[in-house]
């Protein structure tokens, strides 16, 4: 997954109202990035990084 596959999940994330990072299942990620047409996260290590981007984007609101 690249951070750019990562930033698109967040954002669809985001906008269907799923802020909290540490709530989002692995289910919520994998159907959001197929949504957005991104990768799905192949491991811990993406969906970590799904999760830092999403909290990015909730900060700068």
Do not use: K, N
């Not at 540490?22 to 290590?45: K, Y």
Request: no cysteine.
């Amino acid at each position: 997954m690249t951070a750019y596959d990562a930033y698109l999940t967040a954002r669809t994330l985001a906008a269907d109202g799923r802020h909290d990072s540490d709530a989002v299942t692995h289910a919520d990620i994998d159907a959001a990035a197929d949504l957005a047409g991104a990768q799905r996260p192949a491991g811990p290590d993406d969906r970590h990084t799904v999760r830092t981007a999403l909290d990015a984007i909730g900060e700068t609101r």
